[in-house]
């Protein structure tokens, strides 16, 4: 096995993580980040990227959105996509675009079967500007919508059988969703479609400040908790060892910290690896 | 009667709609998209505060120095207002915030502090210095002492100047230096300031009126000998000029 456990990519963290020789381990950048001309950010990249596989995160592309990609921000994604040569490119299963203003956020939509067409079709043009397919990623859900003419998974398998497109499954989202909306986080592990698989986040989440709410929020500002280690190990388990990235945003830790965490998912990997591999006497 | 002004689109999908209503809700304007309650009303707080709090962090981060000018509670009120007025238009927050300086120009609450919005102006040039294109700086040594009059010597990418009615200079160089012996010795007088990129590194400098006129001559495309001329006729001092800029990596 080669890659296993990752960690988002910080500056701050850039000598730690450069001089880091941990086995399999490898870095995700959000893409937007690094869209500039030049200068020590972009040179900081190039420095990791000599040293350590890198995968491309974008939180920008609005793919959900009833309208296509923008051609300049799916322009420059490729330009950066030739520059860094990252093993994987991903964004996120919702919207971002409204009356000229960019949410950073990932917003939900009622998953119909026109809505499906279009997040299809927006795939494809992704794929086809960046001359490879992309993983796509399930968001964390705050409200269940009325108007849903399918369940997320089926969506997100609908979407890979028919874009080419593999899927990036965040089970910390699985789990703040299925909290939020009242469903089984475990059935919704076991639905994802094992083979369109492609890499597995894993997060932390908070308590909605509001004292009045009992909803989770997909913070990335905390360790990852002990339910979505649990589920973690529930999808390894049955989907078989694959790229897994600890996402940490906000209260960020020494870079030590977070290798501990990391550690942690790569020797669930290893195992998972070694339980699969076939006994050489 | 058509309504000239909101034009229905007739083929508009039911996503787009969806859509218009969400974002119009997330908004604050007309009514929630669709039926959902109290739980739909504070997914929708949510949402927006996420994106909020994303905007603004991108804000403090392109202004550290308006941040502690004004503290942490009213940059906060302030960062607010703008990402109210002004959302970010496009995913690249490390950009965002190009219109804060000519914001602060007429936010009430800061009316006394006249040289905030300079000191914006001059964070805003360290952003644009920061992520400019990558050029090797014009090296002194092989220019030589054969500088020809008639040459033309172009800005390196990330170099950007401006003159300030403020000592706007020497407040960022003390703030960002946590020197507060020389935050107090800032005398109010008109400042300019030179920010470059020789390398990775941005340096902020601050900078004479003859220097001023030497590099606006030169990003307006004249030649040396005019913009040596301009510089002389502010009544500075060629050399030390020069070599200045060519040591903070003016040119490429």
């Known amino acids: 096995m080669t890659l296993t456990a990752g960690l988002g990519f910080k500056l701050e963290h ?53 309208t296509a990609p923008d051609a300049e921000h799916l322009r420059r994604l490729a330009a950066l996509v030739r520059r860094v040569e990252p093993i994987a490119v991903s964004d996120h299963l919702a919207w971002q675009k409204w009356d000229g203003v960019h949410h950073s956020d990932f917003l939900p939509f009622p998953r119909t079967r026109q809505a499906l067409d ?30 849903h003419e399918m369940s997320e998974i089926e969506f997100l398998s609908e979407l890979a059988k028919r874009s080419g497109c593999g899927l ?39 308590p909605d400040p509001d004292i009045a709410s009992n909803l989770l929020i997909d913070s990335h500002d905390a360790p990852v908790a002990d339910e979505v280690w649990r589920l973690y190990r529930r999808l390894i388990a049955r989907v078989g060892p694959r790229p897994t990235l600890i996402e940490r ?25 070694r339980a699969r591999a076939p006994v050489h006497v | 009667m058509s309504d000239a002004t909101h034009p229905q689109p007739v083929n508009q999908s039911e996503l787009a709609r969806f859509q218009q209503a969400f974002g119009a809700a997330l908004a604050g304007q007309g009514a929630t998209p669709v039926a959902g309650g109290s739980a739909l009303a504070r997914a929708l707080a949510i949402h927006r505060n996420t994106s909020a709090k994303a905007a603004q962090d991108a804000l403090a981060a392109n202004y550290p120095v308006v941040r502690a000018l004004f503290g942490d509670d009213a940059f906060s009120a302030c960062a607010g207002a703008f990402v109210s007025a002004e959302p970010p238009r496009e995913p ?28 914006a102006a001059l964070e805003r040039l360290h952003v644009e210095a920061l992520f400019a294109a990558d050029a090797t700086s014009l090296d002194g040594l092989a220019l030589g002492a054969a500088l020809d009059p008639e ?12 003159a300030f009615p403020s000592p706007a200079v020497g407040i960022w160089l003390a703030h960002r230096d946590g020197d507060e012996a020389a935050l107090g010795e800032v005398v109010w007088r008109p400042e300019a300031v030179l920010v470059t990129r020789p390398g990775l590194d941005v340096r902020v400098e601050r900078i004479n009126a003859p220097a001023v ?11 040396l000998g005019v913009a040596a001329t301009a510089a002389a006729e502010a009544g500075g001092d060629l050399p030390t000029m020069f070599a200045m800029l060519i040591t903070a990596g003016a040119f490429a």
Not at chain 1, 121 to 143: A, H, I, K, W
Not at chain 1, 178 to 186: K, L, R, V, W
């Open chain 1, 14 to 66: 850039f000598d730690d993580a450069s001089m880091c020789r941990a086995q399999g381990l490898w870095f995700e950048v959000h893409a937007e980040n690094y869209m500039v001309d030049g200068g020590p950010r972009l040179a900081a990249l190039g420095a990791l990227r000599d040293r350590h596989p890198i995968s491309l995160h974008g939180v920008g592309l609005s793919i959900a959105s009833d």
């Open chain 1, 118 to 147: 279009r997040v299809v079709d927006n795939v494809g043009r992704v794929q086809d500007g960046l001359g490879r397919p992309m993983l796509v990623e399930n968001p964390s859900l705050y409200v269940d919508l009325p108007g």
């Open chain 1, 168 to 206: 990036l499954v965040d089970v910390n989202n699985v789990f703040v969703s299925a909290s939020n909306i009242g469903i089984n986080a475990a059935m919704c592990i076991d639905g994802f479609p094992a083979d369109a698989v492609g890499e597995i986040h894993l997060a932390g989440h908070s």
């Open chain 1, 249 to 273: 945003d906000d209260h960020i830790p020494p870079f030590d910290t977070l290798m501990l965490e990391r550690d942690r998912a790569h020797a669930i990997l290893v195992d998972a690896d």
């Open chain 2, 92 to 119: 690249r927050l490390n950009a965002y915030g190009a219109g804060f300086p000519a914001f602060l120009q007429d936010y009430a609450p800061a009316a006394e502090l006249s040289y905030v919005p300079d000191v």
């Open chain 2, 151 to 162: 040459a033309v010597l172009r800005l390196h990418p990330a170099t950007r100047f401006t």
């Open chain 2, 213 to 223: 006129a030497f590099l606006s001559a030169c990003a307006s495309g004249q030649t």
